[in-house]
């Protein structure tokens, strides 16, 4: 079936360095990839996404990149800050539609 | 404008209940989506439903789980003699139009633990 990876499953950074997750998949028909953040016991809160007619998206501290030969995309976050540290999940539809697969989440903590 | 809605946060069923999930989509929302997510896993499409149409329920386990979303009232999950595999946190989601593309909005979650 298809699949998304994702690494690492744990990253610590000090404050201020910069943290990057790292996603591949598996369907070549994908075509939209959001990025959600989820605090211990919360809801994931989608904090950036983007869609196959473009390599980069920015949005304040947050990047994300797409390389579709590849198949993967990865999420920057610049000078972190200690209200960074959750789990963040990458995801991916299905062939252009509305099933998103997910991956197995990174959890990031960023050490004052 | 409220986000999702699911009720309860918390539920704590003993083997053999029944447990029923509720989801109200975002204002405006016809479309809902349920994800069940076990520790340290990612989320997992169970079902797509729009108001009265079960639009495709291929991530849910073909015995004991129903879904529904009545024209009137929230979106139920429903799981019937749960066991304790069934203990997770469910998501629900909605969105404004069919997610291709489309931006999903998670509730809270319901954590359900079975005895």
Not at chain 1, 63 to 79: C, D, R
């Amino acid at each position: 079936g298809e699949n998304v990876e994702q690494h690492p499953s744990t990253l610590s950074v000090q404050e201020g360095d910069s943290a990057v997750i790292k996603c591949t998949y598996s369907d070549s028909a994908s075509n939209y990839f959001p990025w959600y953040k989820q605090e211990l016991g919360k809801r994931p809160q989608l904090i950036i996404d983007i869609r196959s007619n473009v390599g980069e998206k920015k949005d304040q501290r947050i990047a994300v990149t797409l390389n579709k030969t590849a198949k993967h995309f990865s999420l920057h976050i610049t000078e972190t800050q200690p209200e960074d540290s959750a789990v963040y999940f990458c995801a991916a539809d299905t062939s252009g539609t509305y099933k998103y697969i997910f991956g197995t989440g990174t959890r990031l903590k960023v050490l004052a | 404008n409220a986000g999702v809605m699911q009720n309860p946060r918390h539920l704590v069923r003993r083997r053999g209940q029944e447990a029923r999930l509720r989801c109200s989509p975002m204002k405006g929302h016809s479309h809902v989506y349920w994800y069940r997510q076990l520790p340290e896993e990612g989320l997992k499409f169970m079902v797509y439903l729009q108001k009265e149409n079960i639009i495709d329920e291929s991530g849910m386990p073909k015995e004991r789980f129903s879904a529904e979303f009545p024209k009137e009232g929230p979106s139920i999950l429903r799981i019937q003699q749960v066991v304790r595999g069934d203990s997770a946190a469910y998501f629900c989601a909605s969105s404004l139009r069919r997610a291709t593309n489309e931006k999903l909005f998670f509730g809270s979650g319901t954590q359900l633990s079975v005895l």
